[in-house]
Antibody, heavy 116, light 107 residues
Framework: QVHLQESGPGLVRPSESLSLTCTVS????????WSWIRQPPGKTLEWIGY???????TYNPSLRSRATISSDTSRKQFSLKLSSVTAADTAVYYC??????????WGPGTLVTVSS | DIEMTQSPSSLSAFVGDRVIITCRAS??????LNWYQREPGKAPKLLIF???RLQNGVPSRFSGSGLGTDFTLTITNLQPEDFATYYC?????????FGPGTKVDSK
């Protein structure tokens, strides 16, 4: 069984960077797309982007190049960095695995609040 | 971006009811449509992929249909554990996009 677990600070100050890590267990990271998705309070799910292998990334243009996703397959982790955060970036952040164009495994999610 | 819409935004139903949720894409997404269930405080769970294929372990009372721009999720014989929010998602292109969700609660 595949398990994903997000980790990182729950509070980030405005204009700083948000950094989250997702640790994968139960399967290899190869041949899958490793995704970040978020859900702001009262809003729907928003796809942030994904990484394939270690260097092929695709991002949501709505984030205006603030997002960087990277992976370390030897440590079975992938990460999200979101720069210049504002209150609008307050959300529950999920990591998930995309296989064959479907998100089949998700982490439990972590709430990140942007506030001074 | 492909915009996804859902209707209704919420509904109330009894255990045992049949529930139908519709999802519309702003352009043709062929059958690249997935449905997820989200219970409060939990991560979304994949129910249906490729518009009509049931994910392993998902009860057969869930079914999906549709092609192109119009899709439906049907829950027959609604069970207490089905009270949740349901999202459609297109995987035809990036950025992946989700519908606004349909909340199903107990009447």
């Amino acid at each position: 069984q595949v398990h994903l677990q997000e980790s990182g600070p729950g509070l980030v100050r405005p204009s700083e960077s948000l950094s989250l890590t997702c640790t994968v267990s139960g399967d290899s990271m190869t041949n899958y797309y490793w995704s970040w998705i978020r859900q702001p309070p009262g809003k729907t799910l928003e796809w942030i982007g994904y990484v394939y292998e270690t260097d092929r990334t695709t991002y949501n243009p709505s984030l205006r190049s603030r997002a960087t996703i990277s992976s370390d397959t030897s440590r079975k982790q992938f990460s999200l960095k979101l720069s210049s955060v504002t209150a609008a970036d307050t959300a529950v952040y999920y990591c998930a695995r995309e296989a064959h164009k479907l998100l089949d495994y998700w982490g439990p999610g972590t709430l990140v609040t942007v506030s001074s | 971006d492909i915009e996804m819409t859902q209707s209704p935004s919420s509904l109330s139903a009894f255990v045992g009811d049949r529930v139908i949720i519709t999802c519309r894409a702003s352009e043709n997404i062929r059958s690249y449509l997935n449905w997820y269930q989200r219970e409060p405080g939990k991560a979304p769970k994949l129910l249906i992929f490729s518009a009509s294929r049931l994910q392993n372990g998902v009860p057969s009372r869930f079914s999906g249909s549709g092609l192109g721009t119009d899709f439906t999720l049907t829950i027959t014989n609604l069970q207490p554990e089905d009270f949740a929010t349901y999202y459609c998602q297109q995987s035809y292109s990036t950025p992946r996009t989700f519908g606004p969700g349909t909340k199903v609660d107990s009447k």
